[in-house]
C-alpha cells in the first residue's frame, strides 16, 4: 500500500498543475514599444535634423530637418518648426515653415500655420488655418490604382459639400 | 452679360449658382490634365481638397495677394474670389497685370465682385465650392466702409487686356466675371 502511494505521487499528471495554481498574469513591458511617443518639450530648441522610428509630438522649436518616415508627427500648439519635414502623418496645430511632405496625409488645423507647399495623397486644411503655398496631391501606389477605376471628379464634387474640415482622399479612401 | 438665379439661403451665409465656374474648371482642364491653379482670397480647405480631386495643384496666397512672386506663364487658372474687390482700387489694375503675367495663354481668372454691403445676402467672404455650379458664400471679415461697388464698366475696364468669357450679375449684387488671357494681344 505504501508503495502504490509512493507510485501514484511519482505518476506525471499533466492537469494538475492547472489545478492547483492560480491562474497566470503576464507583466506589462516597462517600455510599450507599439504606442512609442517622443516628445521635444516647449523649452527645447533644436538645430539640425531629427529622426527616428517613433511618433513625436513637437511643442518647442525646431529648425532644419524632421524625417520620421512611418511614423506621426504633431507639431502642437506652442511648436514652431522652420524644417523641411517628412512623415507618415502630419498634424499641423502651431507654425511650420517649410515644405511638408506626407505619405499618408497632412492634416492643418484651424489654429496652424503654414507657409511652405504641401504634398501627400490627403489633406485637410480646416477653415481658419493660415497657409501660403502649393498643394500637390501626390497618390500612393495604391490610391493610383483605384483612383483607375472611379471618377475623381465625382468623388470631389461629393466631398466639396463637407462644410468645415474637408478631408481628402483623393482615390478610393473615402469609400473605405 | 447674364442675369443669374435665385440665391437661396444657408446656414452659414448664401449659395449662389454660379454661371461660370463649370466653364473655369472644363477651360482648366482643356489647357492641362494637371493644370495649375492660384486660389485667391480666404482660405477654404473644401476648396482645396476640390481641385485636388480634380488633378489640379493648387497655389495658396490668402490674404496677402500683393505679395505675389511667382515665375511667368506658370498657372492655367486663377481663382481669385472676391479678393480684387477688396483691395484698394488703386491696386487692382497693377494686380490683375501681375496676374495676367502669371497665367500662361490660355489661362482663365474666375473673380466676384459683391453688391453694396448691407444687402439682404451675403456676397462677401469664403467661396466654397459645393459642385461644379454652385457655391456657398460664408460671411469672413469685414468690408470696407468705401471699399468700391464694381459697376459691369469697371469690371470690362479692369479686365481690358482680357478676353471677358461670362459676365453674370445675381440678385443679390454679386458679379461674377470669367475671363481669358487673350492670345492675340501680343503684350504680356
Known amino acids: 500500500m505504501w508503495e502504490k502511494k509512493e507510485a501514484d505521487r511519482d505518476r506525471f499528471d499533466p492537469q494538475a498543475s492547472f489545478r492547483s495554481e492560480a491562474p497566470r ?21 533644436i538645430k539640425g535634423e531629427v529622426s527616428g522610428s517613433e511618433d513625436l509630438t513637437v511643442e518647442g522649436r525646431v529648425e532644419g530637418r524632421i524625417d520620421l518616415k512611418d511614423h506621426n508627427l504633431t507639431i502642437g500648439p506652442n511648436g514652431r518648426v522652420h524644417a523641411e519635414i517628412h512623415a507618415k502623418n502630419i498634424t499641423i496645430v502651431g507654425e511650420v ?80 | 452679360m447674364t442675369t443669374a438665379g435665385t440665391v437661396p439661403r444657408t446656414q452659414g451665409g448664401t449659395t449662389l449658382l454660379s454661371q461660370c465656374l463649370g466653364e473655369f474648371l472644363h477651360r482648366l482642364h482643356r489647357i492641362d490634365t494637371h493644370p495649375a491653379v492660384l486660389h485667391l482670397g480666404v482660405l477654404c480647405g473644401a476648396n482645396i481638397a476640390f481641385l485636388g480631386a480634380m488633378g489640379c495643384r493648387i497655389s495658396v496666397d490668402g490674404h496677402a495677394p ?99 468669357v461670362r459676365l453674370a450679375h445675381h440678385k443679390s449684387g454679386t458679379r461674377e466675371v470669367l475671363v481669358a488671357k487673350s492670345r492675340h494681344t501680343g503684350k504680356s
Do not use: C
Not at chain 1, 25 to 34: H, I, N
Not at chain 2, 85 to 99: C, I, K, N, Q
Not at chain 2, 118 to 125: D, N, Q
Open chain 2, 66 to 164: 500683393l505679395l505675389l512672386n511667382h515665375a511667368p506663364d506658370s498657372f492655367s487658372g486663377v481663382l481669385a474670389w472676391d479678393a480684387i474687390s477688396r483691395m484698394p482700387v488703386e491696386e487692382a489694375t497693377p494686380f490683375v497685370d501681375g496676374l495676367r503675367k502669371m497665367l500662361m495663354s490660355t489661362g482663365v481668372i474666375l473673380a466676384y465682385f459683391p453688391g453694396p454691403p448691407g444687402g439682404a445676402e451675403a456676397s462677401s467672404g469664403r467661396y466654397r465650392i459645393v459642385g461644379e455650379g454652385k457655391l456657398a458664400i460664408e460671411p469672413s471679415g469685414q468690408r470696407h466702409a468705401g471699399q468700391k461697388v464694381y459697376q459691369n464698366r469697371d469690371i470690362y475696364r479692369l479686365f481690358s487686356r482680357f478676353d471677358v
Open chain 1, 97 to 176: 515653415t517649410g515644405n511638408v511632405l506626407a505619405d499618408e496625409k497632412v492634416d492643418l488645423t484651424d489654429s496652424g500655420r503654414l507657409v511652405g507647399d504641401i504634398r501627400a495623397p490627403r489633406i485637410a486644411v480646416s477653415d481658419g488655418a493660415q497657409f501660403k503655398g502649393s498643394v500637390d496631391m501626390v497618390q500612393s501606389g495604391t490610391e493610383r490604382s483605384e483612383k483607375a477605376s472611379a471618377s475623381s471628379h465625382q468623388k470631389a464634387v461629393a466631398m466639396a459639400g463637407h462644410p468645415q474640415n474637408v478631408q481628402m482622399a483623393q482615390a478610393g479612401k473615402a469609400a473605405q
Open chain 1, 25 to 45: 498574469t503576464v507583466a506589462a513591458p516597462a517600455f510599450p514599444t507599439k504606442t512609442a511617443h517622443a516628445n521635444i518639450g516647449q523649452s527645447l530648441f
